[in-house]
T-cell receptor, first 116, second 114 residues
Framework: AQSVTQPDIHITVSEGASLELRCNYS??????LFWYVQSPGQGLQLLLK??????LVQGIKGFEAEFKRSQSSFNLRKPSVHWSDAAEYFC??????????????FGKGTLLTVNP | DTAVSQTPKYLVTQMGNDKSIKCEQN?????MYWYKQDSKKFLKIMFS???????INETVPNRFSPKSPDKAHLNLHINSLELGDSAVYFC?????????????FGEGSRLTVL
């Protein structure tokens, strides 16, 4: 079964600083990888996704992520953080076929705090 | 116009009661989901329906019964509520049933069982 690990429960950065959120996955075949963001009191919104091809993917709000098969990682990055980026970030892996065994499994999330 | 809407947003009830949460999506998607987010923010899939057919049932206690009257609606009924049922329940939908389908989430329904 697939699993996702987000090693950092809580990260604090200053506004304008760069950001990297870590994600490691476990899955036997090629995974489908996602990053979602959850603002307080809101549902989750997709930031970006990786299925195949270029291992560096661009998403919304200036985020990008890099898939590294050798490290089983899919880390999320942003060169300059804005105060509005403060939120909970979830990495997820989708696995299985299009049939009944397909599931999206989420990591436990990383809470991002942005200091002014 | 909200894409995935859930009602109610907040629900406070006593142990042993029965309650329902409703979900509607206006995106024309075929697949809908219920996820449970516990107090530590961990998200776990509970159920998935594709065009009114149950396709995922993740070993959820049978006190939880989803119902999909049509592909735009997926409701969750919970019998005999327990303290451990307190959580935020998210409804989601996707256009594609398989791995490439982006999930669109509702804003969640916070259930508190006293």
């Amino acid at each position: 079964a697939q699993s996702v690990t987000q090693p950092d429960i809580h990260i604090t950065v200053s506004e304008g600083a760069s950001l990297e959120l870590r994600c490691n996955y476990s899955y036997g075949a090629t995974p489908y990888l996602f990053w979602y963001v959850q603002s307080p009191g809101q549902g989750l919104q997709l930031l970006l996704k990786y299925f195949s091809g270029d291992t560096l993917v661009q998403g919304i709000k200036g985020f990008e992520a890099e898939f590294k098969r050798s490290q089983s990682s899919f880390n999320l990055r942003k060169p300059s953080v804005h105060w509005s980026d403060a939120a909970e970030y979830f990495c997820a892996v989708g696995a299985g076929s299009g049939g009944s065994n397909y599931k999206l499994t989420f990591g436990k999330g990383t809470l991002l705090t942005v200091n002014p | 116009d909200t894409a995935v809407s859930q009602t109610p947003k907040y629900l406070v009830t006593q142990m042993g009661n029965d309650k329902s949460i409703k979900c509607e999506q206006n995106l024309g998607h075929d697949t809908m989901y219920w996820y449970k987010q516990d107090s530590k923010k961990f998200l776990k899939i509970m159920f998935s329906y594709n065009n009114k057919e149950l396709i995922i049932n993740e070993t959820v206690p049978n006190r939880f019964s989803p119902k999909s009257p049509d592909k735009a609606h997926l409701n969750l009924h919970i019998n005999s509520l327990e303290l451990g049922d307190s959580a935020v329940y998210f409804c989601a939908s996707s256009q594609v049933r398989g791995p490439t389908g982006e999930l669109f989430f509702g804003e969640g329904s916070r259930l508190t069982v006293l």
